[in-house]
């Protein structure tokens, strides 16, 4: 077959063979849910398992290619959370299409944020923060986070969640919010500190009284630091969900849920690889939580 010339193909046939080449390749991963051989199985692997082992393989060989984390449709999200055992539903499942009514997007974060946007940590412009927020309608994205950060402490002299909430705000950047903390808040409170997980939580909501705001829950993975243990956070995701009853506005994604302990360097910061899922992800939930009508 002659290859046709793109300098003369006419728009609606060039139009036509890119919807045929984004079809292809959500085929062809589809085909690979069940053509893929996952690695052995231990004697504690079940079904459930499995299928966790898999979605990791198959992330792993889509993930990292460019050109897949910015077409219309997400197939490493969709096929992650699709073949999740501990993943909350379809109703979280990225849409065809699916985008945000938030135009401007601005995420408050601790060293788990650090890097989503850096080259040294996130390779393909892609699959950094900023192009997966504009993959799903965004327009202006900013990023605030530092390591240590929590909602109300400040750590070496650096603003609080709180603080930095405030510095955004009288830069004249505002709309919708992804909160990602959680993790430094839930050690503190650990530690014996008295502002405990509801406090923290309201003090934001009332910053951003009105606004959207997408609140991540969070997870660890056996840390060498037992104020870091998941339990720890598990309840600082349990004050977010009491909280979600009490803010209108407020929109709880359990990233928790999709998340794999192999994501983790030193069970609380993720490999690269997990930050261009975790990126992937919250656009995702953003569209789906706060979606364009």
Not at 112 to 121: A, I, M, Q, Y
Not at 249 to 272: E, I, Q
Request: hydrophobic letters at 40%; proline letters at 6%; a positive charge.
């Amino acid at each position: 077959m002659t290859a046709e010339n793109p300098d003369t193909t006419p728009p609606a046939r060039r139009s036509t063979m890119r919807r045929g080449r984004r079809a292809a390749a959500v085929l062809a991963a589809t085909v690979a849910v069940s053509s893929i051989v996952a690695p052995a199985a231990s004697a504690k692997t079940d079904a459930a398992g499995t299928l966790d082992v898999v979605s990791r393989v198959i992330t792993q060989e889509l993930g990292t290619q460019r050109g897949f984390s910015d077409t219309m449709f997400d197939v490493p999200s969709y096929l992650w959370m699709l073949t999740h055992p501990q993943g909350s539903g379809t109703k979280n499942l990225p849409r065809p299409n699916q985008k945000t009514m938030c135009k401007t997007v601005v995420q408050i974060g601790d060293s788990t944020s650090v890097g989503l946007d850096n080259s040294l940590r996130v390779p393909s412009p892609s699959d950094r923060m900023t192009a997966q927020y504009r993959r799903v309608g965004a327009e202006n994205v900013y990023l605030d986070a530092i390591n240590g950060r929590s909602v109300t402490e400040r750590v070496g002299g650096q603003q609080s969640g709180l603080e930095a909430i405030g510095t955004e705000l009288a830069h004249g950047r505002d709309g919708c919010w992804i909160i990602a903390l959680g993790a430094n808040d839930a050690a503190l409170i650990a530690q014996g500190n008295p502002i405990n997980a509801d406090r923290r939580i309201d003090r934001v909501m009332q910053r951003l009284a009105g606004r959207p705001v997408l609140w991540p829950t969070v997870r660890t993975a056996g840390p060498d630091v037992p104020d870091y243990a998941n339990s720890h956070m598990k309840a600082f995701n349990a004050a977010l969900r009491r909280a979600a009853q009490r803010y209108p506005n407020l929109r709880v994604y359990d990233f928790a849920k999709h998340t794999d302990p192999s994501w983790y360097v030193d069970g609380v910061h993720y490999t690269s690889a997990a930050m261009i899922q975790r990126n992937r992800l919250f656009a995702s939930a953003l569209a789906t939580s706060f979606p364009r009508r």
